[in-house]
């Protein structure tokens, strides 16, 4: 049924699928991967109706991540090789809805590994760096150290990267997963992270030149700007798998800074800019993570590197915020 939607497209051509389409990542994803694939071959799927961007670059389903046998009969009849897992609730959201958060986070991933060994094929899902906690280094965190989260979100990601590295190990699943830092972007706006600050102030700095922090002025996290986010993702999924030593999640580095460092960098584009601080429980989640990663494994395993730094990404982001402000 569901694959008549897609009879316009259903050539002998092995689809991607993007789960989750409409969030900070998919609309991303989508877009980069219609461009090396061909518009037609990547299906776009979100639990929300898309813009009208993503509807006409390609061919688009509304659909329940949670729904396994609709998710399931839309793989097989599309012959669907590769999968990207993106729906989910982040931390600030998830702390709220703690019990449907646990649901979309945990049956959503076990549904597609489930399918994905059945099937054969590769599966992104995506972790955080929310998998530490108050225990863990903050400096520099290694890839394998104290994994104790404080969050709920964090909890599910950590069950998640156990999932993965089970499925791999027992079934030979090829499943692929980044621990993603805070991501910045300008394209599709982020929704219930801690880390969303970092967007929210270009926004905030363009329309009123002033922003209210919910986080305090040192509270350092690692940060990446979504062109190499985006690219890690695309490098891990096309690295060769015998050079793949995790598969639970990989770290993966990126820059580091305060609200007050990238305060700063806004005020060099913007003299009349201002910041002030006004903690909340978001401060909570942000002290229990770490400051900054060590990517070294990834850098070995399969080349890893990040292009922006916070000086070439506020550039970039101003820019692009004031693009998008002005367009509308
Ligand atoms: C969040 O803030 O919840 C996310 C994350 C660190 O995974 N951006």
């Given at each position: 049924m569901i694959g008549l939607l897609f009879t316009f497209v259903s050539d002998m051509k092995e689809h991607i699928l993007v789960i989750g389409a409409n969030g900070q990542i998919g609309g991303e994803l989508v877009e980069e991967l219609?461009?090396?694939?061909?518009?037609?071959?990547v299906i776009a799927t979100d639990i929300k109706d898309a813009g009208a961007e993503l509807k006409s670059g390609g061919p688009f389903r509304q659909l329940d991540v949670l729904d396994h046998a609709s998710v399931f009969e839309l793989i097989k009849e599309n012959k669907v090789r590769e999968v990207y897992l993106l729906a989910a609730l982040l931390s600030a959201t998830a702390?709220?809805?703690?019990?449907s958060a646990w649901k979309l986070n945990m049956e959503g991933l076990f549904g597609l590994l489930e399918m994905a060994r059945q099937e054969n094929f590769k599966l992104f899902w995506p972790s955080s760096i929310a998998v530490f906690g108050p225990g863990t280094p903050r400096q520099n965190t290694p890839q394998h150290t104290i994994t104790?989260?404080?969050t709920v979100y964090g909890i599910s990601k950590l069950a998640g990267e156990r999932w993965c590295e089970y499925y791999h190990k027992m079934f030979g699943t090829d499943v692929r997963s980044i621990r993603y830092p805070g991501l910045?972007?300008?394209k599709t706006e982020p929704g219930g992270g801690t880390t969303d600050y970092a967007v929210s102030i270009f926004h905030n700095a363009i329309r009123n030149k002033q922003y209210e922090c919910y986080l305090s002025a040192g509270t350092a996290l690692p940060m990446m700007y979504m062109p190499d986010a985006i690219r890690a993702t695309l490098e891990l999924m096309n690295a060769d798998s015998s050079k793949l030593s995790i598969r639970s999640s990989y770290n993966i580095d990126g820059m580091s800074f305060t609200p007050e460092q990238i305060a700063g960098e806004i005020k060099l584009l913007m003299p009349d800019f201002r910041i002030s601080y006004k903690p909340d429980i978001r401060q909570q989640y942000a002290d229990s993570w770490p400051q900054s990663i060590d990517g070294s494994v990834a850098r070995n395993d399969w080349g890893w590197t990040p292009r922006y730094d916070i000086k070439?990404?506020?550039k970039e982001m101003f820019?692009?915020?004031?693009?998008?402000?002005t367009s509308h």
């Open positions: 219609r461009k090396i694939h061909g518009s037609s071959y702390e709220s809805k703690i019990r104790e989260p404080s910045i972007g300008y070439s990404m506020c820019q692009g915020v004031q693009q998008l402000i």
